[in-house]
């Protein structure tokens, strides 16, 4: 079988199409079918991307990679803020919300390779609908924990034992600590800026001890009696487990 | 921004180290097993190429905390440090910035807390100053930490 070849430009330019075609359903009001039909595609898309940037990394073209690991980050955003919609339309407010996060994160990643004008104009229009779709939220959770040291996602080792550094992009991926072990969690704290804005207050109670949701401001059914000294009551999100498509 | 000076005592020989050390969180506890900032590994990394500068033992415990703030190394710089090199606390104050300019490019640089206990060679006295703020004012943490060292007269004649 004969090996297809795309040049660069090709690619560039089928992921500026691309990005163009998402840019056009990332609102509300576009259908959910077509918004679901996107997302299937995006993830197409990046595989196709992954593919190329495999290609990259076997040829030791580090910056070739980062470029496609860039694009990647930008499908991956668009893709999340899609997903964003459809959950809203389904009800799904804290999937949405999360969505939201990864959309903004996806960005930040972008961005530390090159900043562009598109990219600045998805970043603000995310932390927009931030503002204005949700219901905002003064604290967050943050625990801590002792961990062990882990090993390193771009080499392998053990991290203490490479140069690789966290939160850089080496051959078009994203360094981070792998396979760490918790061994101790031993505190948690509420807090104004949180590293990870998916850990929300997602219910409350009232002064009657009735639960109410946090998204929808409707009484959940749950009652919780309040002791004495016990101001009231709150469900939230203590930790999520990073899941971005970095590698 | 806010700095906050005390005046610690250690009589410990562990403390009597040549390079820019990083200290465990805990290093006050030496019956507990040492416990690192998790952001350490990473800025030790990054720093190594411009000071010399290594870890109290090597770190297998990391203390990961998810606020939004950078908690930074606990750091021990002693007087026969400056001694071989009175430029070190201008150049490490520098390395921070840089990494953290770096590490954080694409979004707001975070507060930062970080603490540099500064030790008198021969001496069990320890100054420990605590930093928290942005990175604008790191050449406050620099001017603490001076004022200190000269203080002890940190230059051996």
């Known amino acids: 079988m004969k090996n297809k070849t795309i040049s660069f430009d090709k690619i560039e330019e089928k992921f500026r199409n691309f990005i163009d075609s998402c ?7 576009r259908s959910r079918r077509l918004q679901e039909e996107k997302i299937n595609e995006c993830n197409e898309f990046v595989a196709e991307i992954k593919g190329y940037k495999a290609q990259a990394v076997e040829k030791s073209m580090e910056s070739a990679a980062n470029e496609f690991f860039l694009m990647q980050c930008v499908v991956n955003a668009l893709k999340s803020s899609l997903s964003m919609w459809v959950n809203l339309k389904n009800d799904q407010y804290q999937k949405a919300w999360s969505c939201l996060i990864d959309a903004q994160e996806y960005s930040i990643i972008a961005l530390k390779m090159r900043d562009y004008e598109g990219l600045l104009n998805l970043q603000k229009q995310l932390t927009y609908i931030e503002e204005s779709v949700f219901p905002g939220w003064a604290l967050y959770n943050s625990p801590g924990f002792i961990e062990t040291v882990g090993k390193c996602s771009i080499c392998g080792k053990k991290f203490i034992e490479c140069d690789h550094i966290e939160n850089q992009i080496y051959y078009g991926s994203l360094c981070q600590r792998v396979e760490r072990k918790v061994i101790e969690l031993n505190h948690t704290a509420v807090v104004e800026n949180p590293r990870d804005k998916r850990c929300i207050i997602t219910q409350i109670s009232d002064d009657d001890g009735n639960m109410i949701d946090y998204f929808t401001w409707e009484k959940t059914g749950e009652n919780k009696e309040n002791n004495e000294g016990v101001i009231g009551h709150m469900e939230s999100v203590l930790f999520v487990i990073p899941s971005l498509d970095v590698f | ?15 009597e180290c040549d390079k820019v050390t990083i200290l465990p969180e805990n290093f006050y506890d030496s019956d507990d097993k040492y416990q690192y900032s998790s952001t350490t590994i990473s800025f030790w990394k990054y720093a190594k190429s411009k000071i010399k500068i290594d870890f109290l033992t090597e770190p297998e415990l990391l203390v990961e905390q998810r606020s939004g703030e950078w908690f930074g190394p606990t750091i021990l710089l002693t007087s026969s440090v400056l001694t071989q090199n009175s430029e070190i606390v201008s150049i490490f104050c520098g390395v921070i910035s840089n990494y953290l300019s770096d590490f954080f490019k694409s979004i707001t640089t975070p507060n930062v807390k970080l603490k540099v206990l500064y030790k008198e060679t021969k001496s069990s006295k320890i100054t420990e100053i605590s930093y928290e703020g942005d990175l604008a004012g790191m050449d406050k943490l620099e001017a603490s930490i001076l004022k200190i060292a000269d203080q002890g007269k940190y230059i051996e004649k």
């Open chain 1, 23 to 29: 840019g056009r359903l990332n609102f509300f009001t």
């Open chain 2, 1 to 15: 921004m806010n700095i906050i000076v005390e005046d610690i005592e250690l009589n410990d020989s562990r403390f």
